[in-house]
Every structure is written in C-alpha cells, then in structure tokens.
C-alpha cells in the first residue's frame, strides 16, 4: 500500500482544532465534506512526499520573510492526537497558505531542481532516469502551485495529513 500525504483546503469559520473534527475531515468522502465545509479542494502526494519537501526547503536561502517554502509539503501548526503514535495534523492558517501560494507562483522549478538534483537523482535511477524524475516531480509542483492558488484565491486555511 503506498503512503500519501494529503492536504485539504478547508475555509477558516468551518476549521475546528478538534482532533476528531480532523480526523472526520480525512474519513469522510469528498461530498459529505464539500456539504460540511461549503467547498472541497484535496491534494495528494504519493510516497515522494519527503522528496518533494526537499526541493523546497532545501532552496538557496532568502531573505526571512520569504521562506513560505518550508511550509509547502511538511509545514503547518502540528494538532496532536491523543495516540502520539499516529501522525499529528498540520495546519496552514489562510494566511500562511496565500504566503504558500505566492511563494510556488514565483518559484522557478527548474532552479530548485537543480539544487536538489544531485541529492535525488541517485535514487530515482541516476542520471539515465532524470528526464522521468524531472517530469513527476514537475508535475507534483503544478499541482500544488494549483491547489495552494485555488486555496489563496478562496481565502481558505489548509489541513494536511499523513496515514499511517
């Protein structure tokens, strides 16, 4: 069974701090969740997550108030479970998300692959395999350029999870 880390886009007034609030968040379907909290918007990372984290905190630094990028996959305000065991939520305030959101606007991806290429490279097959490494982790960047501007554009707070 493959890991996925997902994020949800979840407006601000329908956020709750409640463990069991979050956890119903991610149980439910994506209908029952649009009907709860107005609107539904959810992206999933596969099993790369922690590499894809990497391509944007490890960035060549920036001035402080630009290093949203350590919030992108990973970031967010831990929620602890009452099992410590079980991965805690992480949460993105909205303005934490818009800070994300212009962040992979202006971020150039071919710019931070190259500084996390070496890193990667040896283990998605080398050299010989990086027009295909290059091409999913492209895409993974598209799509949460798109998520966190759709989730900006809407105002919206952004929860994220990890299943174990």
């Not at 029952?32 to 990497?54: A, I, M, S």
């Amino acid at each position: 069974m493959s890991t996925y880390l997902r994020l949800r886009a979840v407006p601000p007034p329908a956020l709750r701090n409640s463990t069991t609030w979050l956890e119903r968040l991610f149980e439910d379907d994506s209908e029952t969740v649009r009907r709860r909290v107005g609107r539904h918007r959810e992206e999933k990372l596969d099993n790369r997550y922690l590499d894809q984290e990497r391509i944007y905190a490890g960035a060549p630094a920036h001035r402080a108030e630009d290093r949203p990028q350590t919030q992108v996959v990973l970031g967010g305000r831990p929620v602890f479970r009452a099992d410590r065991r079980k991965s805690p939520f992480l949460v993105l305030t909205a303005a934490q998300a818009r800070r994300v959101a212009g962040f992979l606007a202006m971020a150039d991806f071919d710019a931070l692959w190259d500084f996390a290429r070496a890193e990667l490279l040896p283990r998605y097959g080398g050299a010989t395999a990086e027009p295909e490494t290059w091409y999913a982790f492209a895409v993974a960047h598209q799509e949460l350029r798109a998520f966190y501007a759709r989730t900006a554009e809407c105002g919206d707070a952004v929860v994220k999870w990890l299943p174990t």
